[in-house]
């Protein structure tokens, strides 16, 4: 047989992560053969990760939903049957006309996040359905919008230091986040920072990977940064170590917020966060002496009921020392608005077509939505994609009672059949990202990259834009705008001002694959202030919380249920089996003395237990502080229906909208051994 030329096709990863890695797909007769990371991308630098070095096992996965299917068993049960995509679309078409005619397009509850990040194959095409037919609106906030809220109250915004820009830093402070596992791509450029003398911090109160390859690791309890940020700022005011002239310049309520500060001693600081007092001061000292002093804040810290003003008060640390004076000091945190800035997205999203007052339902809050007996309407159609809330929302018993209810028509357009899509109704098939063509922005860096399809789509699977025309068509929607073709899209998304005046055109992102935004505040953003708040100034507001004891949870120790696996992508890679068997089985990470107390040894099977849920997992001792408890999120349970989320709670932050998941109490036992609620304090 003869063979054809290899092709190599420029692509990017759709994973919402925040390096966005820009790669390279061998084809050859019409099949992905190797995928690499492109070496040229000053981020990628040629590798990608643990997860995506195995990205075409998912493509090629046996698990793939390559049909459309049709339930046959009960909700749940994850049986269905093929069918044509006409026979599913004519049904749901039906479905969905009978609902809205009865209650009204507010009925239908949109549900998607960022499966795909990209710009065509992400929330766009929904965003004009769904506004077309008047569905309810999604608050899509679980991830980064709490933390934004934060910063964005202090300086006016969530874009601070370039990435790459952390090799200049000489103090790095990683503040609730595990770069090597959620962000590897930045730590070439902290390990940069570190061979010219950086010294590399990280403040988590489970030893991740990334606290083990730090200089300097601190754990303090979970929820209690705000305290610890107000405790250095104590010192560093004390010591006179704060930066008279630029508080004075470019600072507003700084003078109230200090005499806020005297409460905030090393010693009251150190009860609240369980970190000895010489650490405080310690810290305080080494960070406001090195000029140069950034830092990195990611997401996972945010989800709290006061993530966004532990955000703010942290955001007030390179304010007061002037850090951002400094090449490389200030804070890192998101890069998107950068990209969103850029790109044209109104007529991709066309927030017109909603009706003004369409009621809003908090993604957080699915699970609350569906089982409201007073919601009015009530949501009697989910149609979810890029998504996979059974999994991946808080409190995951309530999603699961809403989806089992059979008044509701779900569908779910997915790659996998997730725990999500086992309650479907109909599940679509979806196609990967060497698929499709798409547009990729980053919220980790500032190059954006173009997904140009390797081979042709796998079974009947169509990408989300070719979902969302087919679904208008089958309703009979008319605006030509539901049936713009992926081509069109693109070309409507590069269409800016911005673009042209950064010379990004198609072709260039044809022949290179990806381009460099210019950031127009350059490499220190904010040295000699001009911050975008009103007023050009940051401003100070101390925070709501008194230093006092903490409040005590009815449970004894408090759960982390972070990302921590190196194999998955939140839930994405759950259903695939390398990653699966990488990923071993799903652990907890225990304090030997928690662990001894309750006659728990490593390897252990035991069960991680509250009022909502009984999680079984295996006792890892150790990797965690004392009263912590450490469950990695995003592991599918197929059937059984329970992993971390069965645990946590719905509630929502301070600001911005995402949830306080991270604030869970747990106890853990042995397996099968009965475990009481203790009472209440
Ligand atoms: N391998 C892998 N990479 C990923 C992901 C993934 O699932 N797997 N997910 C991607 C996504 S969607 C996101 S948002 C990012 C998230 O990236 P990160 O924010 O870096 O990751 P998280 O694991 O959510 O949280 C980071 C750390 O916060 C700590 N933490 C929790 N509560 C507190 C607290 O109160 N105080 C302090 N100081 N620390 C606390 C946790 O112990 C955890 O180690 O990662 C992205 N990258
Ligand atoms: N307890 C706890 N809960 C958490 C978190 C936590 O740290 N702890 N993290 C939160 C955060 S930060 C985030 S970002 C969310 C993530 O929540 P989700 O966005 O629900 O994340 P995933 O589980 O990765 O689900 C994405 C799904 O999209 C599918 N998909 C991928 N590409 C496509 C496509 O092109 N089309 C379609 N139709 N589907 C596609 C994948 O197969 C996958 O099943 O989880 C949140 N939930
Ligand atoms: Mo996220």
Redesign the pocket.
């Known amino acids: 047989m003869v063979q054809s030329i290899p092709l190599i096709v420029r692509g990017a990863c759709p994973h919402?992560?925040?390096d966005t890695c820009a790669w390279q797909v061998t084809v050859q007769d019409g099949r992905a053969t190797r995928l690499k990371g492109d070496a040229d991308h000053p981020h990628t630098r040629g590798s990608l990760?643990a997860?995506v070095n195995h990205y075409l096992d998912r493509v090629y996965s046996d698990a793939r939903v390559l049909h459309p299917l049709r339930r046959t068993g009960p909700k749940g049960s994850g049986t269905f049957e093929q069918v044509s995509w006409e026979t599913a679309l004519a049904e749901i078409a039906a479905g969905l006309t009978e609902r809205i005619d009865r209650h009204g397009g507010t009925t239908v509850l949109p549900f998607s996040y960022m499966g795909t990040q990209g710009l065509l194959q992400g929330e766009t095409p929904g965003s004009r359905f769904f506004g077309r037919i008047g569905a309810s609106r999604l608050v899509r906030a679980v991830?980064?919008s709490t933390g934004s809220a934060g910063v964005a109250q202090a300086i006016g915004t969530n874009v601070g230091l370039l990435p790459d820009e952390i090799r200049h830093s000489r103090f790095i402070i990683l503040?609730?986040?595990?770069?090597i596992?959620?962000?590897v791509h930045l730590w070439p450029f902290i390990r940069e920072a570190q061979a010219a003398g950086a010294t590399v911090v990280v403040?988590?109160?489970?030893t991740?990977r990334t606290a083990r390859s730090a200089d300097w690791h601190i754990q303090?309890l979970?929820?209690?940064?705000t305290a610890l940020a107000m405790g250095l700022m104590h010192v560093i005011v004390r010591d006179g170590l704060q930066d008279a002239d630029y508080l004075e310049r470019h600072a507003t309520g700084f003078t109230e917020f200090a005499a806020r500060l005297d409460e905030f001693t090393p010693e009251r600081v150190a009860d609240i966060c369980g970190v000895p007092p010489e650490e405080i001061e310690r810290l305080a000292h080494a960070y406001a002496s090195t000029p140069a002093s950034c830092i990195r804040l990611?997401?996972?810290?945010e989800h709290?009921a006061f993530g966004a003003e532990t955000f703010r008060t942290i955001a007030y640390l390179p304010v007061v020392t002037g850090a951002w004076r400094h090449r490389g000091g200030g804070l890192l945190f998101l890069t998107a608005g950068l990209h969103w800035g850029a790109m044209n997205t109104e007529r991709l999203e066309r927030e017109d077509l909603t009706p003004p007052g369409t009621r809003s339902v908090n993604m957080i809050q699915i699970g609350a939505a569906l089982n409201d007996p007073d919601l009015d309407p009530p949501i009697t159609a989910v149609i979810v994609h890029g998504a996979n809330p059974v999994v991946t929302m808080p409190n995951q018993s309530l999603t699961i009672a809403g989806l089992s209810r059979d008044d509701v028509l779900t569908v779910v357009h997915e790659q996998f059949l997730t725990d999500t899509a086992r309650y479907a109704d109909y599940v679509l098939p979806a196609t990967t990202q060497v698929e499709n063509l798409d547009l990729m922005w980053s919220w980790g860096h500032d190059h954006i990259a173009l997904n140009t399809p390797a081979i042709a789509p796998l079974g009947e699977a169509v990408p989300t834009t070719e979902f969302f025309r087919r679904l208008s068509a089958a309703v009979g929607l008319d605006d030509d705008d539901l049936y713009l073709t992926d081509d069109e899209m693109l070309d409507i998304a590069l269409d800016s001002d911005q673009f042209r005046s950064m010379g990004i055109t198609r072709e260039r992102l044809e022949r290179d694959g990806w381009a460099q935004l210019h950031s127009e505040r350059g490499a220190t953003p904010f040295s000699d202030g001009g911050f975008p708040t009103d007023d050009g100034r940051c401003a100070f507001v101390p925070p709501s919380m008194r230093p006092g004891a903490p409040a005590k949870a009815r449970w004894p120790l408090h759960l982390?249920t972070?990302?921590?696996?190196?194999h998955?992508?939140?839930s994405s890679y759950a259903h695939v089996a390398w990653h699966t068997k990488a990923e071993g089985e799903l652990t907890v990470a225990i304090h030997p003395d928690d662990a001894s107390a309750r006659g728990i040894a490593h390897g252990d099977r035991v069960e991680v237990v509250n009022d909502r849920a009984r999680v079984p997992a295996k006792a890892h001792v150790g990797d965690v502080r004392r009263g912590v408890v450490?469950l990695p999120s995003?592991w599918a349970r197929g059937a059984e229906g329970v992993s971390a989320n069965a645990l946590t709670p719905d509630g929502l932050s301070d600001a911005g909208g995402g949830g306080d998941f991270?604030d869970t109490f747990v106890d853990v036992a042995p397996a099968r051994e009965e475990v009481r609620a203790p009472a209440s304090r």
Request: net charge neutral.
């Open positions: 919402d992560c925040p990760c997860k991830c980064a503040w609730g986040t595990n770069t596992v959620t962000n403040i988590d109160p489970a991740t303090p979970p929820g209690s940064d990611l997401v996972g810290m709290r982390i972070a990302k921590g696996s190196l998955f992508l939140n450490a995003g991270h």
